[in-house]
């Protein structure tokens, strides 16, 4: 008696050589619907079973599949009712992939889009795995030939199977999950947090060179992962594309907040009511320089060159080695000026026909193409036994309390946005000096508030020193993502020239900084939101 394999595939690659080895070894076809047809036009007897098909429940045709699926050949010979052989091989793959809540939706006309036909086929062969050999991978088409072909299936390998047919079962019950909870009952947290990852590309290694690293991406095509793709360049490593991401992640922050119009509701400092309405930066370039995920240097410019040189005289020495992103398309002038320094990537909107060229160069640095802003429904961060999930920090202000006699000018209010913004990417304890809408000091990853302050007004002052013929010397923007706590070294934030601060508030000193910045006629602002990362 024929040995019988049901083959119902949503993925054709291999699928042809998989059949035409099982019928040169005596076996059935079993199929139905475009896999029957894709092997027929490869010329391979099939058995059309249209049961498989069958979308109504119950199914009669179907449930006798699924027995033959499930049955051993001990079963069948002491069956009274069952003679026919069983089945001894299931292909069966499917794409998790996340859908329309009105896909769900059943109506007297047509049946939810949940595939109960393909996932009880992989599950019931997965549960008799002794007895059957289920493929849902084509990665291991040739193995299962080549055992086949030898006679010398093993039961290691039938249950390495059965291990990968579960798992394909369980990312597409979450698809499912997450399709109707995010999009109908608007469940942010759920009992199980299950988001099916899929294994996307190996990288060229890890965080160091001796450790290995994977990509894995959610299947569903809307994430701004789908939209990223390198045009050119060495492979990318987990350095690297963890920088890319963060440059792209404060290109769509840039995007979302500073490119349109927005107000605050704001407070001055005798608790009057007040509006503070910001500029869109619709006609500026936003550039950025990222390094082990930080940001070292930061600008916004009338067009791409001029904010990329803005951005590069923060701290020339730590360039190398950097990530650039910007939010324009990168033209001829700009891939000159970057050729220039040793980036180890670029991430862009595009780059123009002559910018590859000149890019090209440099066979090093990888270009990248980013076409969907970031839109994170999760930050997830995984711990030993766990994970720990949040939602992302999108939210610039909280309010805008203006605590000192002096308000900030329309301009130091558009450059604090422009600060805040940037320190929603750094890690913490992080502060940010600014000069004509450029980052002049930098400083991230601080054990304590007061230490980040102090190296980021030292940057700004080695900037000025090192760039002499700048216009304006003084450091006119303190950023600071948390509460500042005033001490003596705070004072030299008047040193320095800062004339405007941004920060939360709250602490048991306030009444003393807001005294001090009074009498040196600096404006500042308590914000109330932090924006602490790590």
Not at 12 to 38: P, R
Not at 74 to 86: G, H, N, P, V
Not at 231 to 254: H, M, R, V
Not at 285 to 302: D, E, H, Q, R, S
Request: aromatic letters at 10%; a negative charge.
């Amino acid at each position: 008696m024929k040995k019988k394999a049901v083959l119902y595939t949503q993925n054709f690659e291999k699928l042809a050589t998989l059949a035409q080895s099982l019928v040169h070894e005596g076996w059935e076809i079993i199929s139905a619907g475009a896999t029957a047809d894709f092997l027929k036009a490869q010329n391979i007897a099939v058995t059309v079973d249209r049961s498989l098909e069958e979308k109504n429940i119950p199914n009669p045709n179907f449930t006798r599949l699924c027995d033959m699926i499930l049955r051993t050949n001990r079963a069948i010979q002491s069956s009274q009712y069952y003679t026919e052989a069983f089945v001894n091989l299931v292909c069966v793959n499917i794409q998790p992939a996340f859908q329309k809540l009105n896909d769900f939706l059943e109506n007297d006309k047509s049946d939810n889009c949940i595939d109960l036909n393909s996932i009880s086929m992989i599950r019931t062969a997965a549960k008799n795995y002794n007895n059957v050999i289920i493929l849902t991978d084509p990665e291991d088409y040739e193995e299962a030939i080549i055992q086949i072909k030898t006679d010398s299936i093993s039961s290691r390998f039938k249950l390495y199977l059965a291990g990968k047919a579960l798992n394909l079962t369980s990312a597409y019950d979450a698809t499912c999950s997450c399709s109707i909870l995010q999009q109908g009952e608007g469940i942010v947290y759920p009992s199980y947090y299950m988001i099916p990852f899929k294994r996307s590309e190996k990288l060229r290694h890890g965080m160091n060179d001796h450790q290995t690293a994977y990509l894995y991406s959610i299947n569903d095509q809307v994430g701004a992962l789908s939209g990223i793709k390198k045009i050119q360049g060495k492979e990318l490593n987990l350095n690297i594309l963890e920088n890319c991401f963060t440059a792209w992640k404060s290109i769509s922050l840039f995007l979302k907040i500073l490119k349109t119009p927005f107000t605050v509701e704001s407070f001055d400092c005798n608790n009057y009511p007040f509006t503070t309405q910001f500029t869109p930066a619709a006609g500026s370039v936003f550039t950025v320089a990222i390094k082990n995920t930080n940001p070292i240097g930061a600008a916004l410019g009338p067009n791409l060159l001029d904010s990329l040189r803005k951005t590069y005289a923060c701290d020339p020495s730590s360039f190398d080695g950097a990530t650039f992103g910007c939010s324009s398309i990168v033209d001829r002038e700009a891939a000159e000026e970057l050729l220039k320094i040793d980036f180890r990537a670029i991430i862009a909107p595009d780059f123009s026909r002559e910018a590859k060229e000149i890019l090209s160069q440099k066979k090093d640095m990888r270009l990248v193409i980013a076409s969907k802003p970031i839109s994170e429904f999760y930050e997830a961060r995984s711990i030993d036994g766990g994970l720990i999930v949040q939602q992302p920090d999108w939210d610039i202000f909280e309010k805008w309390n203006v605590v000192t006699q002096t308000r900030p000018t329309q301009q130091q209010a558009d450059s604090m946005a422009f600060g805040v913004m940037l320190s929603m990417i750094s890690k913490s304890d992080a502060a940010i000096v600014l000069n004509d809408f450029a980052a002049v000091g930098i400083s991230t990853g601080n054990t304590s508030r007061s230490r980040a302050v102090r190296f980021a007004l030292e940057d700004a002052r080695e900037y000025f020193q090192n760039n002499v013929n700048c216009g304006d010397r003084n450091a006119e923007i303190l950023v600071s993502d948390s509460v500042i706590n005033f001490d003596e070294r705070t004072k030299a934030i008047a040193d320095i020239g800062v004339k405007a601060i941004i920060q939360t508030g709250g602490a048991a000193n306030d009444a003393d900084f807001i005294q001090f910045c009074n009498e040196h006629g600096i404006s500042m602002v308590f914000t109330g939101i932090q924006h602490l990362s790590i």
